[in-house]
């Protein structure tokens, strides 16, 4: 015999979620593979038909764990479309800093992911022990560490606590000092020179037809992103830079962009550039109310129509079409994300010809979400 | 080119959604099942080429379901929603995976959620769910809670005698 097959998932250190693929291999060249969601369907799309426009807040962050506030965030941004509402100022820049909060975290679980699939364990107990920093302050201004359920429509829920911003300041100064140590034990590192470059390679022309984007998309050359493209929230008013292949600063370009290398530094660049956000929301945060002022959570009348929102997650294009007939729930609500395109059909196909060693780490750089593709 | 242009030379009538939150237009036109391929082309060739998704919605007091195919162009900075409505009874449609191949997965969810059949996408059946004994669960009339006394009886309902947690 001279095919085998070879189930990576759902239980396996080398996968990115609860979440399988099935492989065919030829000696350890993957010859085939078949995508298997399922093991984490809950049927949010179809929960949120039978519940209040405001009961689904506190439901929708659970589809994406490492990231919940993008849900959060597209979910009112759909809501303020149907009903016409511009929120104040203060809760953009609020918004905006929570958003960019949840990026590092979700950057730094992968980074740590992703050196775990190439043998350099020591990154990820670094990053979650770093992250847990970012949770403690998610946990003072929400109440909550993982699921925040904090941006709400017409604004965000609460108001900053006395002192906030300062605290923010001291944690963003302190996961600046430890970049350099991620760069000298896995973007220095030899392992990562030898590994990444030139492995997983998504076709350059392809890449925008396979619907891949996000860091995955910049990592090909392209210089797209939805906080600049489609602004939303206080981005508009904030300077920072996209970093996409090859302009990798002070890094070295090895491999022909669209590879796991390429993938893995535009992430690793990204956190530097939510850090000079995140600096630049402090600065400028203004003064005002945080929500608008909200009608009777019981008896919201959304106005019947199609919207759509969508936002830069750190794993790509993350949107939300909502259809309301004008009633008290939401009609339909189809969730758009990243990892849709990104862990089925483009896995599927640029795993052909990997070899077995090298799936994970391609999995890995691709930030697969598995919770985002099957609701 | 620009959507408003296209949509003139396709002949098709459109509407702007209200957009708060993002900024860039966005456009939904209705268009004839057998059209749709034909627009779609005409769009990808005139820089619409990233397909963002593909959706359904079960309008059952019309005995309708909507296909929602949603594309965005980097060029222009718009997107498009082009929709077709299928008869609720026996919705059948062409598979259009050879445009985008992502549409292929979006199809075999709708196939198994709404049952719609897609012809020509060889790879429908079973994907989210398993051992799935009922209707497709998607649509408006599946009962959620009927399906769950019918399945799990031996947990009884609060409402019906059962323990509070």
Not at chain 1, 98 to 126: D, F, K
Not at chain 1, 322 to 338: A, C, E, F, L, T
Not at chain 2, 79 to 94: A, G, M, N, Q
Not at chain 2, 137 to 151: I, L, N, S
Request: include cysteine.
């Amino acid at each position: 015999m001279k095919e085998f097959e070879l189930f990576i998932g759902p239980q396996h250190p080398g996968i990115t979620g609860n979440f399988m693929y099935h492989l065919w291999v030829d000696g350890d060249t993957i010859v085939k593979a078949e995508a298997h969601p399922g093991y984490l369907h809950r049927g949010f799309e179809k929960l949120m038909e039978r519940r209040t426009w405001q009961m689904n807040v506190a439901l929708i962050p659970r589809i994406c764990v490492p990231e919940p506030d993008v849900n959060e965030a597209v979910y009112a941004m759909a809501v303020e479309s149907l009903m016409d509402w511009d929120i104040p100022e203060r809760a953009k820049y609020i918004r905006t800093m929570v958003l960019e909060m949840a990026r590092i975290s979700s950057h730094l679980l992968t980074m740590g992911g992703y050196a775990g699939s190439i043998g350099l364990y020591t990154v990820g107990q670094w990053a979650v022990g770093d992250r847990d920093y970012l949770l403690d302050l998610f946990e003072q201004l929400t109440g909550a560490r993982v699921y925040h359920i904090f941006i709400f429509p017409g604004g965000v829920r609460w108001d900053l606590p006395d002192g906030f911003l300062r605290k923010l300041e001291k944690v963003l100064n302190y996961l600046e000092s430890r970049l350099e140590f991620y760069d000298k034990l896995l973007f220095a590192n030899e392992v990562f020179f030898r590994r990444a470059p030139d492995v997983g390679v998504i076709p350059e022309d392809k890449a925008i037809e396979w619907g891949v984007t996000g860091p995955n998309l910049r990592a090909c050359g392209y210089n797209y992103d939805i906080r600049k493209l489609d602004p939303y929230a206080a981005y508009p008013d904030l300077d920072f830079e996209i970093p996409h292949y090859p302009k990798f600063g002070d890094f070295e370009v090895l491999g022909h962009g669209c590879d796991c290398y390429s993938r893995m530094l535009v992430r690793r660049l990204e956190i530097e550039q939510s850090i000079k956000i995140l600096r630049q929301v402090i600065k400028k945060m203004p003064e005002g109310p945080h929500t608008l002022k909200l009608p009777n959570p019981l008896a919201w009348k959304v106005p019947a129509g199609y919207a759509y929102a969508r936002v830069e997650s750190s794993k790509g294009e993350y949107g939300y079409f909502v259809i309301s007939d004008g009633g008290k729930m939401p009609y339909r609500v189809h969730v758009r994300g990243p990892s849709y395109t990104h862990g089925i059909n483009v896995t599927e196909t640029i795993a052909k010809g990997l070899n077995i060693a090298d799936f994970s780490q391609t999995i890995f750089s691709l930030d697969v979400c598995a919770p985002d593709i099957e609701r | 080119m620009k959507a408003e242009q296209i949509f003139k030379e396709l002949g098709l009538e459109f509407e702007k959604l209200k957009v708060k939150g993002n900024t860039l237009p966005r456009y939904k036109a209705e268009v004839k099942p057998e059209k749709l391929e034909e627009a779609i082309i005409k769009f990808k060739s005139n820089g619409f080429n990233h397909f963002v998704a593909l959706s359904c919605i079960d309008w059952i007091k019309d005995e309708k379901f909507e296909l929602v195919y949603h594309l965005f162009s980097y060029k222009e900075k718009e997107d498009v929603f082009l929709s077709i409505f299928l008869p609720r009874k026996e919705p059948k449609y062409k598979t259009l995976r050879h445009l985008f191949p992502q549409i292929e997965t979006y199809e075999r969810e709708i196939h198994e959620m709404f049952g719609v059949e897609f012809e020509g996408n060889d790879r429908l059946g079973e994907f989210i769910l398993e051992d799935w004994d009922d209707m497709p669960p998607m649509r408006k009339d599946f009962d959620t809670v009927a399906y769950a006394k019918k399945k799990y009886e031996s947990v009884p309902l609060i409402d019906e005698g059962g323990e509070k947690e």
